[in-house]
């Protein structure tokens, strides 16, 4: 062996022992669950046989599927969409230079770092029916007549999910965009405020450009994370009240260790990454055409 | 006076963003010193009872949540067991990575990060199967390759940025020097890459700590659940004791905000750094 091939040898060895976990524990998994999505594979049929793609098929002419799949996206494009506008807003602010700002830089990802459990526990506590903090709030200011368990109510549910999402993500979006908008030269604001553009044209057509390659990763990696998730909705309302936040992510999980169809559960979460895995490749492809 | 009226509404935002996130803090903290008849009343301030750590000494003790010391003694020891290796795994990963001229490099990495973008719902349904199979299912060693593998691309790809920002001469001069390859890592590049690898080790915590899904399936009995399954396990009870509770969910909080606060300056660093160099 010449001495290159000796150090690429070595450098396989040294990256072997991560590949296996992977290939045990992602890929194999992956390949395993698109074979199960052909099968009837349940509790009940311990030895799975093959049913084509019947269960594809039951899924794909469901109505219920579609509102799941539409609300999946909803949820998605409510998050990203309030998360990168707020993101955006908080990013400038900590730009500016004032007093304290570095203690709110710091403070500021906190609700990233914790566990989405604990956090559902802390907006429970808050909309609980009459000693949250919410409903006790409302009551004070006179508007007893709203009070409502948030949670438990179809249309406040949902919402009430999309903002823990902003509440979790946001910090990430602004702190990312923060760091970009460092990196933006002093010039370019210098030679538009020469030319006499105001404050709002500097935004649109210096910042939010230069922003471009930031912005395009945040958002991806939120959009893959938001659609993945399902701790947020299966620990704070299980897919209720009446269906109303239920999303692919829960119904994955729900049809698998709620009513043990592994073979229907798969075939739902193989559509799940097939959408995903075409956004995915659109990143990928985005992030090789930016280093070339 | 625009100046001055800008200064304001900075700082009106600044304050809304600021309240906003950390409302739910400060209510669930001051709430888990409260006594349980006062969480009730129905005032803000007004207690009938002092705040007190009552709740807290109610938590570890308290037939619904006396398990509590079990879980955390689990989180804790599978939190840093996987975040141990994973720091590990990406440091020797991400040299071979940034350093060795390998095929298909690019692959690997990138493989790695797209599949941390599979449906981890999905996955788990297999993986419950091949983790029976090898005995690991209701073990801390289960648990504990699950949290690896989530942990580990970030932490491969992390490094391995902070290798290739340091020249390849320096390898050079230091194998002239006659230094092995590892023995450049050991004195040259660890202290170097050290930043890389305290987020690194934070991620994996992080993930590990709050990981529901894959416990949730993995652990079966109190030999093994972990922090959120026991939290959730508190949470789903027909009745629901909130102060014992609150003061649960403070404690398992704690931990990932002190190890935070003693990395931010990094964390943040690090987590940026990516999407700004691309």
């Given at each position: 062996m010449t001495r290159e091939k000796k150090r690429a040898f070595m450098g396989y060895l040294v990256v072997l022992p991560a590949l296996l976990l992977f290939a045990l524990l992602m890929f194999y998994p992956s390949v395993q669950a698109f074979f199960d999505s052909f099968t009837n594979y349940s509790l009940y049929n311990q030895v799975p046989g093959f049913i084509g793609t019947d269960n594809y098929e039951v899924l794909l002419t469901d109505p219920d599927f579609w509102e799941l799949f539409g609300r999946t996206l909803v949820l998605v494009g409510l998050a990203v969409g309030l998360q990168y506008v707020l993101g955006v807003t908080l990013a400038l602010l900590l730009n500016e230079n004032l007093k304290g700002m570095r203690w709110v830089r710091y403070i500021i990802m906190i609700p990233w770092v914790i566990p989405v459990v604990s956090t559902v526990v802390m907006y429970d506590w808050m909309v609980l029916p009459d000693y949250g903090l919410i409903n006790m709030l409302l009551k004070n200011i006179g508007l007893g007549?709203?009070?409502?368990?948030?949670?438990?109510?179809?249309?406040?549910a949902f919402p009430l999910i999309v903002t823990m999402h902003v509440w979790r993500n946001m910090p990430f979006y602004a702190i990312t965009l923060f760091a970009g908008l460092k990196s933006i030269p002093k010039g370019f604001y210098e030679?538009?405020?020469?030319?006499?553009?105001?404050?709002?044209?500097r935004f649109f057509h210096i910042t939010l450009p230069q922003l471009k390659y930031p912005s395009m990763i945040v958002i991806v990696l939120h959009v893959l994370w938001t659609f993945n998730n399902f701790d947020f909705i299966y620990l704070s309302t299980g897919g209720g009240p009446v269906g109303s936040t239920e999303v692919l992510a829960t119904k994955v999980y729900e049809t698998a260790w709620s009513y043990f169809e592994y073979g229907k559960a798969s075939a739902l979460g193989i559509l799940m990454m097939a959408l995903m895995l075409v956004f995915s490749l659109a990143y990928v492809k985005l992030v090789r055409s930016d280093q070339a | 006076m625009k100046k001055k009226n800008n200064l304001v509404l900075k700082y009106f935002l600044l304050i809304l963003f600021a309240v906003f996130i950390l409302l739910p803090f400060i209510w669930i903290l001051y709430s888990s010193f409260r006594a349980e008849v006062d969480l009730f009343a129905g005032t803000f301030f007004k207690n009938e009872k002092p705040l007190s750590f009552e709740n807290y000494r109610d938590v570890f003790s308290s037939g619904q949540t006396a398990a509590f010391g079990t879980y955390f003694k689990n989180s804790l020891i599978i939190a840093s067991i996987s975040t141990a290796i994973v720091v590990f795994a990406a440091l020797f990963g991400a040299y071979a990575l940034s350093r060795f001229r390998m095929k298909y490099k690019d692959g690997i990495?990138?493989?790695?990060?797209?599949?941390?973008?599979?449906?981890?719902?999905?996955i788990v349904i297999p993986l419950f199967g091949i983790l029976f199979s090898m005995n690991l299912i209701d073990s801390y060693l289960g648990i504990i390759v699950t949290h690896i593998v989530l942990g580990l691309p970030f932490g491969i790809w992390l490094i391995k940025g902070y290798f290739d920002s340091i020249p390849y001469e320096i390898d050079e001069a230091a194998m002239i020097d006659g230094l092995r390859p590892f023995g450049v890592l050991w004195r040259i590049i660890i202290p170097i890459t050290a930043p890389g690898m305290v987020v690194a080790a934070f991620y994996a915590f992080m993930v590990s700590w709050g990981d529901f899904l894959f416990a949730s399936v993995i652990s079966q009995s109190l030999d093994t659940q972990t922090l959120p399954i026991g939290l959730n396990k508190f949470f789903g009870s027909t009745q629901i004791r909130w102060g014992a509770i609150n003061a649960a969910t403070v404690i398992t909080i704690i931990p990932t905000i002190v190890l935070y606060a003693f990395l931010q300056r990094w964390v943040v660093e690090g987590l940026t750094a990516g999407s700004v160099k691309g």
């Open positions: 007549h709203l009070t409502r368990y948030w949670f438990g109510d179809p249309a406040f030679a538009a405020e020469i030319d006499g553009a105001n404050a709002w044209q | 990495i990138i493989t790695m990060l797209l599949s941390n973008m599979f449906p981890q719902v999905l």
